[in-house]
C-alpha cells in the first residue's frame, strides 16, 4: 500500500510542477523528489529473498522429469480415480503400465501423457481386462 501511495504523490506532484508554470530549475527539484520516492519505495518493499521465497519453493515441488510430470498429472485428473499406472520414462520416451477399466481411461491416459510438456513419445503398455 506504501508502494501505491508513494508513486501517487510523485505523480502528484509531477503534474503540479507540469501544470504550473515549469522552470528549467524544477528539473532539478523533480529529480531529487524522484530519487527520495525511489529510495522510500525501496525501502517499504520486503526483501527480495522474501518476495523470491515462494516462487522458488513452488519451483522446487514442480516434477522437473517426463515421468514425474506424467505421474502428476494423472494423479491430479479425477478421471483416473481409482486407477494405478506405472510410469517409467527414458529420456523424454514415457511408458505407462497397468490395468484400466475401459480403453476410453487407456485413450485417455495416453492423451494425458502424450500432451505433457517434455514427453516425446508415449508407449502404451496399458493393458483393458475381457468382458
Known sequence: MRQI???????????LLVGSRFKASDGDKLASVSRLTVRKVQSAMPPAVSVVAPMDALRREMPT?????????????KRFVGVEFKVTAEGNVVTLRGVVPDAR???LAVGVAENTVGVEKVVDELAVPAE
Open 5 to 15: 501511495s508513494a508513486v501517487l504523490i510523485l505523480m502528484a506532484m509531477f503534474l
Open 65 to 77: 522429469h517426463a515421468d514425474d510430470a506424467v505421474r502428476a498429472r494423472l494423479a491430479a485428473d
Open 105 to 107: 481411461v487407456k485413450r
